[in-house]
């Protein structure tokens, strides 16, 4: 039995898929993972989606059954929050300043929302979504119905606002980007985006920003910087996220954009780990550090830290993928595109089943599926490949995606 000591520093998906592999690999120390949520490991996406709004059971969100920490002899510290990382001395610092001493340490502290700096953002009824506990409160509020403006256009606003919609509430999205998500994928996109919240209903004020939030006691108005008053009973604030990098910082270990890693997953600090929205990991494919705000992300990485901590050959490499669900249309992403020549469409755009290629110098370097299933490995493919793609076969129906990889054109 091994002497060894592994702590785990957040207790989401990442922290609790790593914890797993720990197991599954045969590792038979102590993992002691700590999270200071009251809940056991949760997944966040059904929190904008069938859980928000109600068509779904809480049991169904968690990550683990409730009985597999203890048969799996994990140590989950639920409700305790690890204040400091003592890399010297190889400990961490648990709230009330009782030490636990690790041989490796995985930092899985995820990520927080980007509070908004406006007068009256701490009224009542100014809300943000990031834990279950947000969400129960947010579900209770969908229940009441009435009047929401959404501040913030990206996914977590524009999934809101769709079950918002959904739950029968009349919705009002602001938000300063002239298209939802246009920096990300363009005008197309954005469009697409956007028209659907309107066909549904939502009031999409876009081009303007948040001035105050005003009200007695609670919010009863938004004023724009625009000058308009957008009249509501709540506020939901989706305005982007920022790593939760304080304790690697503050241990001196190096931080840029969340805990830089390198393609081991492994901080400045040799038994030190970080996996998940926190790690600003190099990527060996795309030769740059990379941080992914995704479940997908949490998922692969958290498992692949552990192995890593385990002493095994890590090289993560994965092509960012993350999914979203808006009413009736679902999509998937594959890629990083920060530049692109054109974007070109697979597909019944008008019908809302098709696949965008994001293409660069000929290449494909990101795609997104639209209420099409099943094309999205292929898409990666097509990404890993690097090969110049010919666009009208790419964009052609009957020409099958598969086709347009090395392997299948060997
Ligand atoms: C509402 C919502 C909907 C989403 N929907 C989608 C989606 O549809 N598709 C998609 O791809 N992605 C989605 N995401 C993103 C996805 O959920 C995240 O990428 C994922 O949760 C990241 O997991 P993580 O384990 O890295 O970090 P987190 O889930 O942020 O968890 C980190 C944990 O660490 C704990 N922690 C932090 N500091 C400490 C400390 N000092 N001591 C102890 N514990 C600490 C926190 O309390 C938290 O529980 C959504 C996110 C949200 C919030």
């Keep these: ?17 790593a914890a797993q592999e720990l197991r599954e690999r045969g590792f038979d120390g102590r993992v002691v993972l ?66 636990l001493a690790y041989d490796r340490l995985l930092l899985s502290t995820g990520s927080e929302p980007r509070r908004i700096p406006v007068a009256g953002e701490d009224l009542e009824g100014v809300y943000y979504l990031r834990t279950l506990a947000d969400c129960d409160a947010l579900r209770a509020r969908l229940d009441d119905g009435g009047r929401v ?31 939802p998500n246009e920096r990300v994928f363009g005008a197309e996109i954005g469009a697409f985006y956007r028209d659907l919240h309107v066909r549904h209903g939502v009031r999409m004020l876009l081009g303007r920003g948040v001035h105050a939030f005003e009200g007695r006691k609670a919010v009863s108005r ?45 901080t400045t600090a040799p038994d030190i780990f970080a996996a998940g929205d926190v790690a600003d990991a190099w990527n060996p494919f795309y030769q740059r550090p990379i941080r992914v705000e995704h479940w997908a992300n949490a998922l692969n990485q958290g498992p692949a830290a552990a192995r890593a901590m385990l002493g095994e050959d890590v090289s993560y490499d994965r092509i960012p993928y993350f999914f979203s669900d808006q009413y009736d249309v679902g999509m998937e992403y594959s890629g990083f595109a920060e530049q692109w020549d054109e974007v070109v469409f697979r597909g ?42 010919d666009v009208d076969a790419l964009t052609d129906t009957a020409t099958p995606l598969e086709s347009l990889t090395p392997e299948s054109a060997a």
């Design 34 to 99: 700590v999270g200071s949520e009251p809940e056991r490991p949760y997944e966040r996406p059904p929190l904008t989606k069938d859980y928000l709004r109600g068509e779904s059971e809480r049991e169904k969100v968690y990550v683990h059954p409730a009985g597999y920490y203890d048969e799996h002899e994990i140590e989950l510290l639920s409700d305790v929050t690890v204040t400091a990382v003592g890399p010297k001395a190889s400990v961490v610092v648990l709230e009330g300043g009782h030490e």
């Design 222 to 266: 938004v004023k724009t910087d625009h000058g308009e008053i957008v009249e509501c009973d709540f506020v939901v604030v989706g305005i982007g996220i920022t790593p939760r990098d304080s304790l690697a910082r503050d241990a001196g270990l190096e931080v840029g954009n969340g805990i830089v890693v390198n393609e081991r997953l492994t």
């Design 1 to 17: 039995m091994s002497k060894q000591t592994f702590v785990i520093v957040g207790a989401s998906l990442a922290g609790a898929k």
């Design 348 to 389: 019944d755009r008008d019908a809302g089943e098709f696949v965008a290629f994001w293409l660069r110098e000929g290449r494909v370097v990101a795609g997104m599926n639209v209420n099409l299933w099943d094309v999205n490995q292929h898409v990666q493919d097509l990404i890993r490949s690097r090969r110049e793609v």
């Design 149 to 179: 403006a959404v501040i913030g256009a990206g996914w977590i606003g524009s999934e809101f606002a769709a079950s918002a919609r959904q739950r029968g509430l009349e919705v009002t999205v602001i938000d300063p980007v002239a298209l």
